[in-house]
Structure formats: C-alpha cells, structure tokens
C-alpha cells in the first residue's frame, strides 16, 4: 500500500511510532523530511507529504488533551 492510501494516523504510527505528539510538533517540516529521507529511505515528495500528515495529526492530538 502507498503512503497516499494511510491515513495520518497511519503515517504517525508508521515512522513515529509511540513519540509523544507534543515533541513531534516541535520539529520543523523541512527537517522531518530530512529525517524521514534519510531514515526511512522514503522520496522528496514522499516525505514531504508524510511530514504535512505527520505534524497535522501531532497537532491535532496535542490539541485534543
């Protein structure tokens, strides 16, 4: 399955695994990209788009406590 078929969720869950939202949200877009193309092997758009859902559900968990 391709990373544009997950939903958020399951992209946090899938390269953050049990981080703590709060920490994630204070990593910049760019270098959760970074992160992501180095560690997880993925593409520049790949990871970027990753990112974008990454930092929205983190925001979204943080938000909701």
């Given at each position: 399955?391709?990373?544009y078929?997950l939903?958020?969720?399951?992209?946090?869950?899938t390269?953050?695994?049990?981080?703590?939202?709060a920490q994630v949200?204070?990593?910049?877009r760019t270098?959760?990209?970074?992160?992501?193309?180095?560690?997880?092997?993925?593409?520049q758009?790949?990871a970027y788009?990753?990112a974008?859902?990454i930092?929205a559900?983190?925001r979204d968990?943080?938000?909701?406590?």
């Amino acid at each position: 399955m391709g990373i544009y078929q997950l939903s958020p969720r399951e992209i946090y869950d899938t390269y953050m695994g049990d981080q703590d939202p709060a920490q994630v949200i204070q990593e910049s877009r760019t270098d959760l990209a970074t992160r992501l193309q180095v560690e997880e092997g993925l593409s520049q758009d790949d990871a970027y788009y990753a990112a974008d859902q990454i930092l929205a559900y983190a925001r979204d968990q943080v938000g909701a406590q």
